[in-house]
């Protein structure tokens, strides 16, 4: 029998459905992104626009949600400029890069973003399952209890192009190891397809692995409106001072456009241009006149025009200050030096808000200190990983049942199983695979085969059993339907935990070997079709005995028998192809 890794490594699945429709749309959510000069999608024609992709473009996945690969390339949601979709940004320096290709830094590079609208964290607005982050490719990861994480992931060079989520932090400021729960988790991967480390996820359509892979170098969680955004975007831009850590220098977009990279920008309408909206002084960067670069963003405007600083922590839950949390790049100024919140030193992990009234220094207060995310911060002999992105959810990006709660972490929970560990709640997906089908080497009782299903009948063709709903015995909503028998006839539904090679029965091939049970029969009418379910698991307890029970981890194969007097071989009746199916809790 298939297992069910064989099913979905062979890629025969007949379908995948869900208990709800992927709820991206309805909780006004959209995973958006940019990549740094180094990747290997710039210059690369976007799937939307055939317009060639710049590092200060804001990307979306072609299909507009995360999926399984193999994936197109991302589509251009924001122009860096004046390009395809339409006016975005505004930056100048967008017509001069467009069409270099990754591996040349050029003026454009967008190094943080976000809309202005993020959710609140703070009393009362708890962060629960709702940080949503990314890393660097030099990111190593601290060893976290899920799978997958960054430490996973940075092993087999895929995590640089993944996002991943906290595991309930609870609410700022949390210095290191302080957290409710430690460590993340993979939500989103670059491409889609199984890593090197065996997990297998939802993707964008970025090109894992080391440079000249992708680095997914900004997000941010876009309420679709088919407009540019209504508050704009808020982003900044990357500065020219030397990575220590790779020895090259960064691009030198804020310079190009008359800014420098701890400033945070904001283009309020289509085309810009971007005016400075919180200096980096006011943030507490480049005091000591040497440069620190802003690497990650979360804007949460309050309304009042300008921007008005935290000046304790969370004081932007009573509307008066503008939340603004951000980390900053390695090789910055600060990095090392002490935050204004715990005094401790700040790394390019952590997560910083604005300086903090009688802290402990002048400089950023460390909100989440790295550790909690699972990042390696302040351990004496080895590199910090850099927090490269950053964005709150709104609500989970992948959440198939539709409960609220992030798919992965369903799953690392135990809540849900994931059987196939394609990150999908086994609830969510019909586990069935279509086989004995009548090829010509099946040995078709008198010639008569049919490829796309059973052995052709009467009506010229074959008989076609598909599956549909899902194979969760709580669901229950798993459809059996046979299709293009002959019209009016009696036929059955036939299951069994057996199965061999396929054998002439009647006019057709015969799969299923005993113990085989028959299901009430039907007649075929009009349309030459018939279904069986949903109910199949209630209904088996009640047709059979316990060795016929559907229940959860029971494989069981189906293939429907008919009446067909005037078949071509005048056998009187034929079956369909099987469908082997996998039930989940």
């Known amino acids: 029998m298939f297992t069910p890794r064989q099913i979905l490594r062979a890629g025969l699945l007949v379908g995948v459905s869900s208990l709800t429709t992927n ?129 996973s992931e940075a092993a087999v060079f895929d995590a640089a192009a993944d996002v991943f989520i906290d595991l309930n932090l609870g609410v700022g400021p949390i210095g290191p190891f302080a957290a409710t729960a430690l460590g993340n988790i993979g939500v989103v991967d670059g491409n889609g397809m199984t890593s090197g480390s065996g997990a297998l996820y939802k993707g964008v359509g970025l090109v894992d692995g080391p440079a000249p892979a992708d680095n997914m170098d900004a997000l941010g969680m876009l309420t679709p409106t088919g407009i540019f ?47 400075l909206y919180a200096p980096a002084n006011a943030l507490g960067l480049n005091l000591t006149g040497a440069l620190d670069d802003l690497d990650a963003l979360i804007v949460r405007e309050n309304g009042t025009p300008g921007f008005q600083p935290s000046l304790i922590p969370n004081d932007w839950m009573g509307g008066a200050t503008d939340m603004v949390l ?23 992990g952590d997560i910083l808000t604005t ?61 849900s199983l994931d059987t196939n560990s394609n990150g999908v709640p086994d609830e969510c997906e019909l586990l069935a695979v279509a086989f004995c089908h009548c090829g010509p080497t099946s040995l078709p009782p008198c010639g008569n085969f049919f490829a796309p299903g059973g052995c052709q009948n009467s009506t010229g063709a074959g008989a076609i059993l598909s599956a549909s709903g899902t194979t969760s015995v709580t669901a229950d909503n798993l459809l059996l339907t046979t299709t293009g028998m002959p019209i009016n006839k009696v036929g059955m539904l036939l299951m ?3 199965v061999a090679g396929g054998v002439p029965f009647r006019d057709g091939i015969l799969c299923l070997r005993p113990q085989i049970f028959r299901w009430p029969a039907k007649n075929s009418g009009a349309s030459g079709s018939f279904t069986y379910g949903p109910g199949l698991v209630g209904q088996s307890f009640g047709n059979f005995g316990p060795n016929g029970w559907i229940l959860s981890g029971s494989i069981w194969n189906f293939q429907s028998w008919y009446r067909d007097p005037f078949g071509p071989c005048v056998q009187g009746s034929n079956v369909s192809n099987a469908i082997q199916a996998t039930f989940t809790p």
């Open 23 to 151: 709820l991206l749309s309805a909780q006004n959510q959209q995973v958006t992104f940019s990549v740094d000069w180094m990747s290997f999608t710039i210059g690369n024609l976007d799937t939307a626009n055939a317009f060639p992709i710049t590092e200060g473009d804001i990307l979306r996945p072609a299909a507009g949600v995360p999926m399984f690969g193999p994936l197109a390339l991302p589509s251009i949601e924001i122009s860096a400029g004046f390009g395809p979709p339409g006016p975005g940004l505004g930056l100048a320096g967008h017509l001069p890069c467009v069409g270099h290709f990754g591996g040349t830094p050029c003026i454009v590079e967008v190094d943080a973003f976000s809309y202005g609208d993020e959710k609140l964290t703070g009393p009362g607005s708890p962060l629960k399952h709702s940080l949503a982050f990314s890393v660097d490719r030099q990111a190593l990861g601290l060893f976290s209890s899920a799978f997958p994480d960054v430490m």
């Open 326 to 348: 951000f980390s900053v790049r390695r090789g910055s100024s600060l990095i090392g030096s002490p935050d204004s919140i715990f005094g401790i030193p700040i790394t390019e």
């Open 496 to 498: 069994s935990k057996t």
């Open 229 to 275: 955004p209504v508050l704009g975007v808020f982003f900044s831009l990357d500065d020219a001072f030397l990575d220590p850590q790779t020895g090259i220098f960064n691009s030198g977009s804020a310079q190009a456009h008359g800014f420098v990279g701890a400033d945070v920008l904001h283009s309020a309408g289509p085309g810009g241009p971007p005016v």
């Open 355 to 415: 300086p903090m009234v009688g802290g402990a220094s002048n400089l950023p207060g460390i909100y989440i200190a790295a550790e909690n995310l699972g990042l390696i911060a302040r351990i004496i002999g080895m590199p910090n990983d850099d927090l490269d992105a950053l964005s709150i959810l709104r609500a989970p990006i992948n959440d198939c049942n539709g409960n609220g709660v992030e798919d992965a972490i369903d799953i690392f929970t135990s809540f």
